[in-house]
């Protein structure tokens, strides 16, 4: 048995990473601040005795065992790290030294929750994990990209200077339960737009594309990239089958029909990437990984989940 602290637990990837560590017979600490996080994607473990919340900030430094580091906590939702853009820096940033410091001093390995945001908006297509990006510095996406972007040289630096056992994986585009219904993403956004009957809005034209990666696919890779002994990363996790923003609503109302919601087009939001797509050989070589889940079929849980929510 294993003491593993996941930041950002009460989240929609961390709840999910959560429930699949404990039921592997590990104790989970749980760090959340819920700025994002919700008490209900974790309200079914508060009884078990493996099971441990911390309602703390990760910004601030932390002294506690463990075995195992999760670094996660941080909102993903662009709407919601652009609202206090500052507090998403100190996140990114002083989470990841704090849970650097502590796995130093544990000896415990850490795996960094990266993100496909460090491409930017990639001017290589699909992105390897060897291309460098194309992020604007100074743009309002640049604290989350920038702050994800330094926490990953932190990782390298702790793991050069001090044998750090670092982990980095760079996640793109995860859906599935647990997902907040109004945090402002697009997979969420648009099945609650269809069952609420609310215009599904589509933000400029919709042939921006993005390549969506359900759940269980991810907490998968996750895992196994904690368990590897030799290999640190960056490694991509996400599904490489790639959709435009227009073809996803198609599906989405398609999959609700009973949906009287119409499409409607709005502006698009600043340095909006054009195209994002993984490529997963990496993954596939290091860690036998890859995902089995396609959309439809994830859309379909996802769906049945807003369902018994809105
Ligand atoms: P989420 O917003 O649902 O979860 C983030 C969690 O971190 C929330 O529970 C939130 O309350 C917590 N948190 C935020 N700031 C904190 C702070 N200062 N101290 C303590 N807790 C804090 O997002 P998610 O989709 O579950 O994403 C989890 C991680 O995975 C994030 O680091 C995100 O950058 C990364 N990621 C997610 C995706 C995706 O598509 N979901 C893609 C790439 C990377
Ligand atoms: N998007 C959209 N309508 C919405 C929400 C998002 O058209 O209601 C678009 C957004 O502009 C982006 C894509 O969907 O091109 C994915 O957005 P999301 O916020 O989910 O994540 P991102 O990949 O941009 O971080």
């Not at 911390?54 to 065992?65: E, F, G, N, Q, Y």
Request: include cysteine; hydrophobic fraction near 35%; proline fraction near 5%.
């Amino acid at each position: 048995m294993k003491i593993i602290l996941i930041t950002g637990g009460a989240g929609f990837i961390g709840s999910h990473l959560a429930k699949k560590l404990l039921d592997a017979g590990n104790k989970i600490i749980c760090l959340d601040n819920f700025y994002t996080g919700r008490m209900e994607n974790i309200a079914g473990f508060l009884k078990n005795k493996n099971f441990k919340l911390l309602k703390r900030d990760v910004a601030k430094p932390l002294a506690i065992k463990a075995d195992e580091i999760y670094n996660l906590a941080c909102p993903a939702s662009p709407r919601r790290y652009r609202q206090n853009p500052v507090k998403t820096i100190k996140t990114s940033v002083f989470g990841a030294l704090n849970m650097l410091a502590l796995a130093k001093k544990n000896k415990a390995r850490i795996l960094q929750a990266s993100t496909s945001e460090v491409y930017g908006d990639p001017l290589e297509h699909p992105q390897k994990e060897t291309y460098w990006g194309n992020v604007n510095p100074i743009g309002v996406r640049s604290c989350y990209d920038e702050g994800k972007r330094l926490a990953e040289t932190l990782c390298m630096d702790y793991w050069r200077q001090y044998k750090t056992e670092i982990r980095i994986v760079r996640i793109f585009n995860t859906y599935g339960p647990n997902m907040n219904p109004d945090d402002g993403r697009v997979v969420s956004n648009f099945i609650a737009q269809a069952l609420r009957g609310k215009d599904i809005t589509i933000y400029g034209g919709g042939s921006q594309t993005r390549s969506f990666q359900y759940i269980d696919d991810l907490t998968e890779g996750m895992i196994r990239m904690m368990k590897q002994d030799e290999f640190i990363g960056p490694v991509n996790l996400g599904n490489p089958n790639e959709f435009t923003v227009k073809e996803l609503a198609d599906k989405v109302l398609k999959m609700i029909p009973e949906s009287k919601s119409k499409i409607v087009y709005t502006s698009l939001p600043e340095d909006d990437p054009r195209k994002r797509k993984p490529d997963i050989s990496l993954a596939k070589e290091k860690l036998g990984w890859e995902p089995k889940i396609e959309l439809e079929e994830g859309l379909g849980k996802t769906i049945e989940y807003f369902k018994g929510k809105l």
